[in-house]
T-cell receptor
C-alpha cells in the first residue's frame, strides 16, 4: 500500500560535495542546540551541540553555525560520504531540560 | 560499555496480547527515556525517569501503556492489551544527568513491534 507519513524535507547531495542542513527555531531563551543523526534501522546518535553564546562550532567534518538574530542554525558536513545518509534532527535546549523534542528532521540522501 | 541494551529486537504479536519491552541503560546513567517512532508521527517521547522515578508520562498514549523502573539498571515498557496501531519502533535512551551539561542521550537499537 501507499506509504503515507511525515513529509520529511529531503536534501540530495552528490558524494564528495558539502551538505548544509538548515534548522529554524522559535525559543530565543534556548541555552544550547543539539544535533542528532539517525541512520536507517538505528537509534538517533548525538553529533554535536553549540551553546547559545557561540556563533560557530566545528567538529570532525561537521560545522554548526548559529544565527540568533534570525533564529536559525545549520549543520554543514564537509565532503559528504555515503555513511552520512541519515535523518538529521536539531533541537533547542535549556540547561534545565530533561526532554528532547525531536522535530520531523531532514533526510540527507547521498547521490553516487 | 555495551551501550543501551534493548530486548527483544523484534516482536510480532497478535492483537490483545500483552507485550513487554525491556531496556538496560548504560551503567552510571541516571535518566532513562522511552520513545516511540512511527512513519506518521515521527519520534515521540512516551515517558522518562530520573533516578528510577517517573518524571513525565504525558506522552504515554493511554492506560494500556505502562512503564516501570524497579532499579537503576532495568526498565520495562508494557502494552496490555496490544493493538495494531501500537506497531512501531520503540527506543530506550539513557543519559547521565548532571547540572550544566548538555542533554546527550544514548539510544538503544530499538525494538520493532508488529501487532497483527
Amino acid at each position: 500500500g501507499e506509504n503515507v507519513g511525515l513529509h520529511l524535507p529531503t536534501l540530495s547531495v552528490q558524494e564528495g560535495d558539502n551538505s548544509i542542513i538548515n534548522c529554524a527555531y522559535s525559543n530565543s531563551a534556548s541555552d544550547y542546540f543539539i544535533w542528532y543523526k539517525q541512520e536507517s534501522g538505528k537509534g538517533p546518535q548525538f553529533i554535536i551541540d553549540i551553546r547559545s553564546n557561540m556563533d560557530k562550532r566545528q567538529g570532525q567534518r561537521v560545522t554548526v553555525l548559529l544565527n540568533k538574530t534570525v533564529k536559525h542554525l545549520s549543520l554543514q558536513i564537509a565532503a559528504t560520504q555515503p555513511g552520512d545518509s541519515a535523518v538529521y534532527f536539531c533541537a533547542p535546549q535549556r540547561y534545565r531540560d530533561d526532554k528532547i523534542i525531536f522535530g520531523k528532521g531532514t533526510r540527507l540522501h547521498i547521490l553516487p | 560499555d555495551a551501550g543501551v541494551i534493548q530486548s527483544p529486537r523484534h516482536e510480532v504479536t497478535e492483537m490483545g496480547q500483552e507485550v513487554t519491552l525491556r531496556c538496560k541503560p548504560i551503567s552510571g546513567h541516571n535518566s532513562l527515556f522511552w520513545y516511540r517512532q512511527t512513519m506518521m508521527r515521527g519520534l515521540e517521547l512516551l515517558i522518562y525517569f530520573n533516578n528510577n522515578v517517573p518524571i513525565d508520562d504525558s506522552g504515554m498514549p493511554e492506560d494500556r501503556f505502562s512503564a516501570k523502573m524497579p532499579n537503576a539498571s532495568f526498565s520495562t515498557l508494557k502494552i496490555q492489551p496490544s493493538e495494531p496501531r501500537d506497531s512501531a519502533v520503540y527506543f530506550c535512551a539513557s543519559r547521565s544527568r548532571l547540572t550544566g551539561t548538555n542533554n546527550e542521550q544514548f539510544f538503544g537499537p530499538g525494538t520493532r513491534l508488529t501487532v497483527l
